[in-house]
Each structure stands twice: as C-alpha cells, then as structure tokens.
C-alpha cells in the first residue's frame, strides 16, 4: 500500500494482560521502526527492522516486549504483561532501503493508542 | 541524554506572520534532519527535510534553515495560517537509523 497501516486504532488492557499491535509498512519499504509517544508528546524509539532482521533493539524493554517482522504478514509488537507506564500512542514508521532516493524518509502510520487500565 | 533540544515549547502567532522553530543537536554524526507535522490524534506527517550538504531548503511555505558549524537548524512557516496549528517536532537520524525527536513545539495560529 501508499500508506503504513497499523491496527487496532484503539486498544485497551487490564494490568498484566497481553497486547499485540499490528504494522504493515508500505509496499517496498524494507525497514521498520516502533516508537512509543507518551502523554507528553515525547517519542521514543523501540526497535527498528530491516527485512525480517532486528536492525537495533537498543530501545526495546525486552522483559516484556518483543517484536516480530515475518515475511508477507504484518510486522507485530507484543506486550507480555502490561503494565500501567505501558499507555501510550505506538506508532509504526517504514523506509526505504539504504542508498535508495528517499530512503533517508520515514513515514508514519495513524498509530495505536494503547490503555492499560 | 537528549541529543535533540527544540524551542520553544509553544507558539502563538497571527494569521499572516512568521512561525521560526529552533532545534540544536549535539551529535555530529547525524546527516538527515527532518521536520514532522503532527494534528490530535493522528500519526506525525513529514513536512521538510534538509541534509547537512545544503544550508537552507524551500517547499512552498516551509524553509528549513541549517547551521552546521552552531549545531543548529530551524523551521520557518511563512504567511502562517489557521489550518497550520498543530505540534511540529524536529528530528535527525544518520543514515536508515531511527530518529531522534524534539519535544516538540504546538503552534497555534490565531485567524
């Protein structure tokens, strides 16, 4: 697709439930990258995908989270546990490859609000 | 650490001014500095871009203005409007690496 399209819109969680948050990047695009903005507007990356290979992970907490991108599926993230500092908007970004024009561009999807309660 | 320092932190100007943002960063590794647009609820749009080989670049209303010895780069918004009120974040990043915000600057053009 044209558009990084991530499902749900909206999601909410229980304390210590699990979440699972959807991203298919747009067509072509050979990376990927999770941020997670909180209330204060502030971004911080997660983790980063080249193909179906971690690039960085550097941001990941990985106790509870994990991520996967498979080939012709959805790349996904996963919230094992969820825990109230959890909420946040989790947006979904993709580019082109290294050396490609534009590959420099990271485009945003519409994210997923995630509420745990 | 943050390696991105945006002001200011709100903006109010008149329909028909001039909206000037400010970002510093710190690591000079960085080569890709781009400007995001974000409304209420919806995902950050990029606006500009400018890569450090150039000093200023246009698009329509938008210039970005960049200062590679002072670390420095901003965005101007010329003859602002009503419709452009929203929170604008820089960032920089090198290469396909992921990106580095600001806190972000809601500005709020008064009609």
């Known amino acids: 697709g044209e558009e990084v399209a991530q499902t749900p819109k909206h999601l909410v969680r229980g304390e210590g439930q699990k979440a699972k948050l959807y991203c298919a990047p747009i067509?072509?695009?050979?990376?990927v990258f999770w941020y997670q903005q909180v209330l204060k507007n502030e971004f911080k990356f997660l983790i980063s995908?080249?193909?179906?290979?971690?690039?960085?992970e550097t941001g990941m907490p990985k106790e509870r989270f994990s991520a996967k991108c498979l080939p012709n599926s959805p790349c996904s993230l996963e919230i094992q546990a969820t825990k109230l500092e959890d909420s946040a908007v989790y947006f979904c970004?993709?580019?082109?490859?290294?050396?490609?024009?534009?590959?420099?561009?990271?485009?945003f999807g519409p994210g997923t609000r995630l509420t745990v309660t | 650490q943050q390696q991105v320092k945006q002001s200011p932190q709100s903006l109010i100007v008149q329909k028909g001014g001039i909206s000037i943002i400010n970002c510093a960063y710190e690591?000079?590794?960085?080569?890709?500095f781009p400007w995001y647009q974000q409304f209420p609820g919806k995902g950050p749009a990029l606006l500009i871009a400018?890569?450090?080989?150039?000093s200023e670049k246009k698009e329509g209303r938008f210039t970005i203005s960049f200062n590679k010895s002072a670390k420095q780069f901003s965005l101007h918004i010329m003859d602002s409007q009503p419709g452009d009120s929203a929170t604008y974040f820089c960032?920089?990043?090198?290469?396909?690496?992921?990106?580095?915000f600001g806190k972000g600057t809601k500005l709020t053009v008064n009609p």
């Open positions: 067509k072509g695009h050979s990376y």
């Open positions: 960032a920089a990043s090198t290469k396909s690496e992921k990106l580095v």
């Open positions: 995908f080249q193909n179906e290979n971690v690039f960085d």
């Open positions: 970004a993709s580019s082109h490859d290294w050396g490609r024009p534009g590959s420099y561009e990271q485009y």
């Open positions: 690591n000079t590794a960085f080569d890709y």
């Open positions: 400018i890569r450090p080989d150039v």
